[in-house]
C-alpha cells in the first residue's frame, strides 16, 4: 500500500544547509532534501511569481501543498525528493539567503519578529512512499496547481538514484552533451526532460522493454554511460546515413528506425540524399518528414501522397459513366475511390488524366497487389 504522510516542517528547517550550485543541485533541509536535483528541471519563476510566494509567506497566508517523496540518497540514507513544490521551495530559501528583495527588503533588513515569522511557517507537506508503480500512479493524480510535472519528471522521482543523476547531466540541462550533439534532431526541452525521455524510450525499445522497465533496471548503477554511448551512436549513424541536416528532420525517431537499420549495409548515403531532393522537390509529398522512414521501409504512406480532390474524381466519375473501370459495374459515386491510373511510385502524378474511379472492393484489391 502506498504511505502518504503529512510532514510538519517550517521554512526554517527546510533552509537548513541550503545549497544552490547550477551544476551540484539544489538540496536543503539539513541535506537531507534534493529540491532540484542535479541537472533537473531549471528554476523558471518570473520574478513576480517569485516575489508572490513571499508575500504570501509574510502575511500568513497557506502555500498550495508541497510533495516530496522518498528516496535512497547515493550514501545509502534516507532522504527526500521534492516533487512537486520546487519553485516555491527555492523561492523561500533564495530570499532567506538573502540573494534578492521584496518591496525593496532584503530578509536580513526584517525586524526580528518578521524573520522569525519567516522561518517558522509552517509548510504543507506530504510525504509519498511505496512501490514504483504506487508512486507513478499517484503522481500522476495528484493535482498539481501552476506547471504541471511531465510524465518524465515523475519517472525520475520514483527511480531516483545514481543513475538517474548521471543521465540528468548528460540529457537534462540547457546546452547538454544531448542538446549539442543531437539537437538538430530532438523536439521538446532538455530542462523539461523530454531529451531524457526520448533517449530512454529508444534504448528501451532495442530491449523490447518500456521506459520504467529500463529505469528500474539501471536506477542503482553507477553511470548513465551505457545510455550515452548508445545515444551518440544513433546520431552517428543518423549523420552517416543522412548527412545534410534538414528542418524535417527534427523529432523523428531516429532511435527507432537505428534499432532496426542500424546494421544495414545496403544503404548508400551519396543515392539516399539524391532520392530526398527529388522527393522535397515532388509536390505530390504532402509529407516532408516522412521522407526518411520511406526511405529506410519502402511504405509510401509515410509520405502522404496528395489526393485528387473532387472535382477531379467528379469528372473521372462522369467520363467512367458511372463504372468501375476494373469490375465494369456501376456504383454510386460515394461508393467508388479516385485512384492514380500510373502509381506514383511509377512516375505518375495527382492530375486530372492520371485519374480513375474504382469501386472499394477493386481499389482494396489493388492496394494488396
Not at 528547517?13 to 531549471?42: H, M, S, T, W
Not at 517558522?120 to 504506487?134: A, H, I, K, Q, R
Amino acid at each position: 500500500m502506498m504511505d502518504i504522510k503529512e510532514l510538519k516542517v517550517t521554512i526554517g528547517e527546510v533552509c537548513e544547509g541550503y545549497f544552490n550550485d547550477a551544476e551540484e543541485g539544489v538540496v536543503g533541509y539539513d541535506e537531507r532534501l534534493d529540491i532540484r536535483p542535479k541537472y533537473q528541471r531549471e528554476f523558471v519563476y518570473k520574478d513576480a511569481q517569485r516575489d508572490e510566494v513571499i508575500r504570501t509567506v509574510m502575511k500568513g497566508l497557506p502555500l498550495n501543498v508541497i510533495y516530496w517523496c522518498k528516496v535512497k540518497k547515493d550514501d545509502g540514507s534516507d532522504g527526500f525528493e521534492v516533487l512537486d513544490g520546487q519553485q516555491r521551495t527555492i523561492s523561500v530559501c533564495e530570499y532567506v539567503d538573502g540573494s534578492f528583495s521584496v518591496d525593496d527588503k532584503y530578509f536580513y533588513n526584517l525586524p526580528k519578529d518578521k524573520k522569525e515569522q519567516i522561518l517558522n511557517y509552517p509548510l504543507f507537506v506530504y510525504v509519498c512512499d511505496g512501490t514504483d508503480s504506487e508512486k507513478l500512479e499517484w503522481f500522476r493524480i495528484i493535482n498539481i496547481a501552476g506547471e504541471r510535472l511531465t510524465d518524465q519528471e515523475l519517472r525520475n522521482a520514483v527511480y531516483a538514484g545514481s543513475w538517474t543523476s548521471d543521465a540528468k547531466r548528460y540529457f537534462s540541462k540547457t546546452g547538454c552533451a544531448a542538446d549539442t550533439l543531437g539537437g538538430d534532431y530532438l523536439k521538446g526541452s532538455s530542462i523539461r526532460q523530454e531529451y531524457l525521455e526520448t533517449a530512454i524510450l529508444w534504448a528501451a525499445s532495442a530491449e523490447n522493454k518500456s521506459i520504467e522497465a529500463y529505469m528500474a533496471e539501471h536506477q542503482n548503477d553507477p553511470s548513465a554511460v551505457q545510455l550515452w554511448n548508445y545515444f551518440r551512436s544513433v546520431i552517428d549513424w543518423v549523420q552517416a546515413i543522412f548527412p545534410k541536416t534538414r528542418k524535417e528532420m527534427k523529432g523523428l525517431p531516429w532511435g527507432l528506425f537505428y534499432n532496426q537499420h542500424g546494421k544495414r549495409t545496403d544503404l548508400d548515403p551519396k543515392k539516399l540524399e539524391a532520392e530526398i531532393q527529388r522527393l522535397m522537390g515532388d509536390e505530390d509529398v504532402t509529407k516532408k518528414s516522412g521522407i526518411y522512414e520511406y526511405l529506410l521501409t519502402g511504405d509510401e504512406r509515410k509520405l502522404s501522397i496528395r489526393a485528387f480532390d473532387r472535382r477531379d474524381s467528379l469528372a473521372a466519375y462522369e467520363r467512367q459513366a458511372h463504372k468501375c473501370v476494373y469490375c465494369g459495374k456501376t456504383f454510386e459515386f460515394s461508393e467508388m475511390h479516385a485512384d492514380h491510373i500510373t502509381p506514383w511510385s511509377k512516375g505518375g502524378k495527382t492530375v486530372p488524366d492520371n485519374c480513375q474511379m474504382l469501386c472499394r472492393d477493386c481499389n482494396l484489391k489493388k492496394g494488396a497487389q
